[in-house]
């Protein structure tokens, strides 16, 4: 302990004054036995004990208070050792670094690492002087909020506190770097960077040596402690051979970060309805797996949710995944050219390919003719097959028009009922491109003069799959005798259409033609082998369930993949309709159809863990969930190990010269808290004398 006026403590002496003017004002009066007063003292032998009790009391406070009073005057304090360095004299210009990363949002009875980190900031705007410039920036947007230097401490103070934790994850190099920028304009001799953080490994970087003259300084808000942490870090799930409906395992792996060994309780939420729980022992620093078996009610896409118990850091206690669950595929078959000889009809391969299973979604046909078609309804279906239709009724052909245009899929095949006439005519809004004729490639089926498949696009979502340039995906052994040659259509772009295969000759094999929400397949030979042998060819069985489960968005229902956030999710855009957004919070954000008008995505920054979920809006003015852009974005799981760096910050400072990094030492004056006794003593002093 020091004091500002040492020579003050003289006046301690004069704590002696009460106890003299005690001692020197007492007298000893003679005694004389008087029957009446004998009396009264033995009636108040108790009162008396109490009154010299009371009297020491009031001498002891007296000569506390003249003793205080000269050790308030003295003014005395003492130095501890603050976590902020020891800066020289003059003008400064300093970079405020501060964490904001997912882990800062740890916290405990003193409150969160993201509080203590603007404390230390607003403290260290103080220390610094009002001669310093100073610039402040985060480290998950190294751009911001304060990058330029700048003496205004009322802009400081606010940067600072406009700060909050976010729940992304960051490294340190791109803040230093951008630090570096913001002192390379400085003049004032003393520049320095100050690092406010928990130092908890995923932050470690490798820092080249920064340029002289800048010091970079760490600020410890953790205390030099290794914070402990339990986390979900991963989610998955796949089809289950467990007994029950649409049987699915989802596992989450769960790690405890810290030294001593826990157990926890982990639930799944299925669309926000807890339907297990379960209970993980974890081992210190381990992991572990726990698995649920969980039966799906209905098929489709569903919110699945593992969470644990809450802890310090609460934000990676969950987990979030959208799963599908599989459904089949319904196709309705329209055959153009049945036959009761079941080898002769139009679908008597298709049908063998359709119900030989396979991978993926079962597919379940349902087949009519063109006559019949009146007792079915078409959008009870994914999937229509016009397999060799000669042509449709209007009302029929509406129908279909209006069940692509919503989203559902067509396939048309040719064969000898067909008329390229009545077929323009009747499907011209359909068609990818207007039929040309019938042409025949040898009258003998030598083969010689037969088409084969030649250019394939390995892209398209329908070969991908089985198709290699090797073995030709087991379709360029076939042979092709007829085939429908096609015409441009008149007025069409390179999006209007898409050539899927081609033959050896270059005309079109499968095209494709997307109107609004839905798709146009055209194979421009048989489905059976009356103009080709592709029917034998192993390249028949995956081509054929891989258009069905294309065209009836089968492929497209796997949900999409959890994304981290801080990233950003592109989201197909739909042609005149409004688009929302809503995030975790229930923030929403709109986008009108003039601002998707030229645009194909959309562009959504994640910026918190949960469900985004995507909405559009037509001319009726009602919003339909669009539930396979719906999206599931979770925090970076390396945010959650909170183990201190390999590193000693002080060690990381690699600009400074060896021995100049010091602690700066932080006064804590003592009068305050001296005159505050005072005024109680000076309090209970008049109360006893009051009393006396």
């Known amino acids: 302990m020091s004091f500002v006026a040492p020579l003050m403590l003289i006046g301690v002496l004069g704590a002696a004054v009460p106890l003299l003017v005690h001692l020197i004002g007492k007298r000893r009066a003679p005694r004389r036995r008087f029957a009446a007063i004998d009396f009264v003292l033995r009636s108040n032998r108790r009162l008396a004990r109490s009154l010299v009790i009371r009297q020491w009391v009031l001498l002891a406070l007296r000569m506390a208070l003249v003793a205080g009073m000269a050790v308030m005057m003295a003014k005395p304090f003492f130095l501890t050792e603050s976590d902020l ?29 993201i509080e203590r980190a603007k404390k230390r900031a607003a403290h260290l705007v103080g220390v610094l002087g009002a001669r310093a410039d100073i610039a402040v920036i985060s480290v998950s947007k190294p751009a911001g909020p ?29 803040a230093l770097t951008q630090a570096q920028l913001s002192l390379r304009r400085s003049t004032l001799q003393g520049r320095h960077i100050f690092v406010i953080s928990d130092m908890a490994r995923h932050g470690e970087t490798t820092q080249s040596k920064l340029p002289a003259g800048i010091a970079v300084h760490y600020v410890d808000v953790a205390k030099g402690k290794s914070l402990a942490n339990r986390a979900v870090v991963s989610l998955t799930a796949a089809s289950s051979h467990a007994p029950g409906q649409h049987a699915t395992r989802i596992e989450a792996n769960i790690c405890n970060y810290s030294a001593r060994a826990s157990r926890v309780r982990a639930t799944l939420a299925i669309d926000g309805a807890e339907v297990a729980r379960g209970l993980v022992n974890l081992e210190a ?18 919110d699945a949710v593992v969470s644990i118990e809450d802890d310090a850091l609460d934000v990676d206690n969950r987990r979030y995944l959208r799963v599908e669950v599989e459904v089949d595929i319904k196709v309705l078959i329209v055959n153009g ?16 390919a359709y119900a030989s299973g396979g991978e993926g979604q079962a597919i379940t046909p349902r087949v009519t003719t063109a006559d019949d078609l009146e007792r079915v309804r078409i959008d009870a279906h994914d999937l229509v097959v016009l397999a060799n239709v000669r042509e449709l009724p209007r009302k029929h052909v509406a129908e279909l028009e209006a069940f692509v245009a919503r989203g559902g899929g067509l396939l048309i095949t040719m064969g000898d009922q067909i008329s390229p006439r009545h077929l323009n005519r009747s499907l011209a809004k359909l068609l990818p491109q207007p039929l040309r004729g019938v042409t025949a490639t040898t009258p ?33 052994q076939a042979r ?3 085939v429908v040659r096609l015409r441009p259509r008149p007025g069409s772009s390179a999006d209007a259409r898409r050539v899927v295969a081609s033959y050896d000759d270059g005309s079109p094999a499968l095209v494709e033609r997307r109107i609004g929400s839905g798709r146009v397949l055209l194979y421009t030979s048989t ?32 949900p999409r993949p959890p994304i981290l956030v801080g990233a950003r999710q592109r989201v197909a855009v739909m042609p005149s309709k409004q688009h929302r957004v809503s995030d975790p919070s229930g923030a929403e954000t709109l986008w009108s159809i003039a601002d998707v008008k030229r645009r194909k995505h959309l562009a959504i920054e994640v910026s918190r863990p949960g469900f985004y979920r995507v909405a559009v809006q037509g001319a009726d003015r009602v919003w339909r ?61 008049s109360i006893l004398t009051r009393r006396g």
Not at 146 to 174: C, F, G
Not at 452 to 473: L, M
Not at 649 to 672: C, D, F, M
């Open 444 to 476: 003998d089926r030598s083969g010689r003069s037969a088409l084969r498949i030649g250019r394939v696009d390995t892209e398209h979502p329908v070969v991908h799959a089985f198709f290699d340039e090797r073995t030709g995906g087991g379709l360029r």
């Open 146 to 174: 304060l990058p330029k230097l700048t003496r205004d401490s009322r802009r400081v103070r606010a940067a600072i506190a406009s700060l909050d934790a976010t729940y992304r994850h960051a490294r340190l190099a791109p």
């Open 85 to 113: 360095p020891a800066l020289g004299g003059g003008a400064q210009s300093a970079v405020i670094v501060l964490d904001d990363t997912m882990s800062m949002r740890w916290k405990d009875s003193d409150g969160s690492l």
């Open 480 to 482: 092709f005798y007829r």
């Open 337 to 352: 050219s049945p036959s009761p000889l079941r080898h002769r009809d139009e679908l008597f391969y298709l049908s063998a």
């Open 527 to 558: 489905i059976d082998r009356d103009w080709n042998d592709l029917p034998i060819r192993p390249g028949y069985l995956p081509l054929m369930q891989q258009i069905a489960r294309y065209l009836g968005r089968a492929l497209d229902r796997a």
């Open 625 to 685: 969930p669009l539930e396979r852009e719906t999206f599931a974005s979770n925090v970076d799981p390396a945010e959650s190990d909170l183990r201190r760096a390999a590193a000693d910050p002080a060690a990381l400072v690699a600009s400074a010269p060896k021995g100049t990094v010091r602690r700066a030492k932080r006064k804590v004056e003592l009068w305050h808290g001296v005159g505050a006794f005072l005024l109680a003593f000076l309090l209970v002093e």
């Open 285 to 302: 620093f381990g992991c572990q797996t726990k698995r649920f078996e969980h039966s799906f009610s209905r098929g489709g896409a569903h």
